[in-house]
């Protein structure tokens, strides 16, 4: 996280997303 905290939030949005875009689960 101290390391690159905007790559971790990208990894977060990212992962939203496809959970969004999932209703099938």
Do not use: A
């Not at 101290?2 to 790559?7: D, E, F, G």
């Not at 990208?10 to 969004?20: C, F, M, V």
């Amino acid at each position: 996280m101290l390391t690159s905290p905007k790559l971790t939030r990208k990894s977060e949005s990212k992962q939203n997303t496809t959970s969004i875009t999932t209703p099938n689960k």
